[in-house]
């Protein structure tokens, strides 16, 4: 049986071996994603996200600690005063700017347990979900890149050492070229 090779297979022969394997034996890339889900505090914690009625106001990964007490000046202001005067009278009484002394002393991860009722403080889990899996690292690359900046896409070669199958038809398309410079 005489069966002609498809151009793509030749393309994806020739961009196996000239590909950085990133010191990986029998490389595939996949496009993953990060995804969040609220977790108990302590166990599988990446992070941990403030939110009220109005939605989250602040993420401990990459928000900012001065906003976020900006924001609780702001709309809890009651709370901020209650918080001071049971926490820091003395300060206070000594003539201390009320909102500077909030955003020294107050601690977002710690203070914000029993701070107000509609505040919430939630611990979360990050996944790695594998989106695609491919040959070669350029098709990775161009399937991480219709993604929009937000889905926290990004590729990640892995081995597949105990994939046998699936390495055998690799090294299989491999060889249908060689490798440039040898």
């Known amino acids: 049986m005489n069966v002609e090779l498809p151009d793509f297979l030749i393309h994806m022969s020739e961009q ?21 889900f609220v977790t108990e505090e302590g ?3 990446h992070h941990f996200i403030l939110a009220d009625d109005d939605g989250e106001f602040f993420r401990s990964d990459t928000g900012d600690e001065e906003e976020a007490k900006d924001y609780l000046l702001d709309f ?10 049971q926490n820091h ?36 889990q990050q ?17 991480a890149s219709r993604y929009h900046e937000s889905a926290e896409v990004f590729t990640y070669g892995v081995s597949l050492y105990l ?20």
């Open 127 to 143: 996944i790695d979900v594998v989106l695609h899996t491919c040959f070669t690292e350029k098709e990775a690359l161009a399937i």
């Open 16 to 36: 196996m071996n000239n590909q950085d394997n990133r010191s990986t034996s029998d490389v595939i890339y996949e496009v993953k994603q990060h995804q969040y």
């Open 76 to 85: 809890y202001e009651e709370a901020c005063a209650d918080w001071l005067a």
């Open 89 to 124: 009278e003395d300060e206070l009484n000594d003539g201390r700017d009320s909102e500077e002394l909030f955003q020294e002393k107050f601690d977002l991860s710690e203070d914000i347990e029993d701070f107000h009722d509609e505040i919430k403080k939630l611990a979360v």
């Open 163 to 182: 994939a046998e199958e699936t390495k055998q038809l690799r090294n299989w398309i491999q060889s249908l070229t060689e490798k440039q410079g040898e």
């Open 43 to 45: 166990y599988n914690e």
